[in-house]
């Protein structure tokens, strides 16, 4: 079992820029990816960005240039540094990591962190 803490979310003015963290329980080496994905109201879940275990990365088009994803191995944590942000990016942010133990797949998932974009 593997348990997600994000922290970072809050309120900012459009073109802001906040980071957030994913404290993650236990040595991050062994879980071949982790990501961030948003949800609006009314919207479903969506991928924001994805890093795997070999430092491979992965952005939707709607934040690729703005939004960077990172990892720390020593601190067990992963990063969204969001940029130039814009309203649209209003949502509940979710950590994930997923791992493979013994050909069966486990998705883990945080409790969400509100980032609200508004002047």
């Known amino acids: 079992q593997v348990q997600l803490v994000e922290s970072g979310g809050g309120l900012v003015q459009p073109g802001g820029s906040l980071r957030l963290s994913c404290a993650i329980s236990r040595n991050i080496l062994s879980l071949y990816v982790m990501g961030w994905y948003r949800q609006a109201p009314g919207k479903q879940r969506e991928l924001v960005a994805t890093?795997?275990?070999?430092?491979?990365?992965n952005y939707s088009d709607s934040v690729k240039g703005r939004f960077t994803i990172s990892r720390d191995n020593v601190k067990n944590t992963v990063y969204l540094q969001m940029n130039s942000l814009k309203p649209e990016d209003t949502a509940v942010y979710y950590c994930n990591a997923q791992e493979w133990v013994r050909g069966v797949h486990y998705n883990y998932w945080g409790q969400g962190t509100q980032v609200t974009v508004s002047s």
């Open positions: 890093i795997s275990s070999r430092d491979s990365t």
